[in-house]
């Protein structure tokens, strides 16, 4: 029988129980066992030819959902399967890799640039700007500076900066799994210029246009995406900016406003991945 664990950082496994609880009847369903691991309770041999995760049995597959590429690449060395795949893991999980990536792609987006703290002081920003943490997800660590006396508040020191663009508080997330967009959502705040659920943003289901498909097609065709939800601001055409990419992504408002099964749909990837 095919065995796999889901991983998930302690406080994160405590929010996304009923989630979980549907990936593994998902799993069930297709004849595979899919076990809950917390990653603090991992310990993870590096060295010598010792078993990866001692006193456990090898998982067949890892589906990581703590945003820490390291684990995902380490794994993958010791040729277990994760979804996501480390390359993967490494670009959502860091915002500068993920602009500069698209970039290539030639994917629009504003304009972006990787800064430390420090050397903010030496630039001649146009106000108002976005400083955003590279690392941070769900909206945290994104802050609109408009005025310099803003800079001497606690900042990480890596910092990405973008000015300020799109269509205030509206953003469009697209789900993705093997590669193929299981749907999108349409979420819009009338109080902030960040557009996230947990920050009280209204969701609706999204209806993509041919261009916009033709913009995830050309990122889907460069990324091996297990299961991945891609951020877009909207212009002023409703055209697509790419925001950010997430990893471990939430499914919240994916269930509320659409039929699709995406724990489902997830496990049958995997599970035609596997056999």
């Not at 976005?130 to 802050?143: A, C, H, S």
């Not at 033709?214 to 995406?225: D, E, F, R």
């Not at 002023?236 to 489902?264: H, K, P, Q, T, W």
Request: net charge negative; hydrophobic share 40%; aromatic share 10%.
């Amino acid at each position: 029988m095919i065995t796999g664990w889901v991983i998930y950082k302690e406080e994160d496994k405590k929010r996304n129980e009923t989630f979980i609880s549907w990936m593994q009847e998902a799993a069930s369903r297709r004849g595979m066992i899919l076990e809950v691991v917390t990653y603090e309770s991992l310990a993870v041999t590096l060295s010598g030819r010792e078993a990866m995760f001692p006193g456990r049995p090898k998982p067949d597959f890892l589906v990581v959902r703590t945003c820490t590429p390291w684990l995902n690449e380490a794994a993958e060395m010791r040729g277990i399967r994760v979804f996501n795949c480390s390359k993967v893991s490494r670009i959502a999980n860091d915002k500068r890799l993920s602009h500069a990536y698209m970039n290539c792609l030639g994917i629009p987006m504003l304009p972006s640039t990787a800064a430390h703290r420090k050397s903010l002081h030496y630039m001649s920003p146009s106000y108002p700007f976005i400083l955003k943490d590279p690392f941070g997800r769900g909206g945290t660590g994104v802050e609109w500076i408009a005025r310099p006396q803003q800079l001497n508040r606690t900042l990480k020191d890596e910092l990405l900066m973008q000015p300020v663009g799109g269509q205030r508080g509206r953003d469009v997330r697209v789900y993705v799994v093997g590669g193929k967009i299981a749907g999108s959502i349409l979420r819009e705040s009338q109080t902030d210029f960040k557009a996230n659920i947990s920050g009280g943003a209204n969701a609706v289901f999204y209806e993509l246009s041919d261009a916009d498909k033709a913009v995830v097609h050309t990122i889907t065709a460069s990324l091996k995406l297990d299961f991945a939800g891609l951020d877009f601001l909207l212009d002023e055409e409703d055209g697509l900016l790419f925001n950010e990419m997430e990893d471990a992504v939430g499914c919240r408002s994916l269930y509320m406003n659409s039929s699709v099964d995406i724990a489902d749909v997830f496990m049958e990837h995997v599970f035609s991945e596997l056999v």
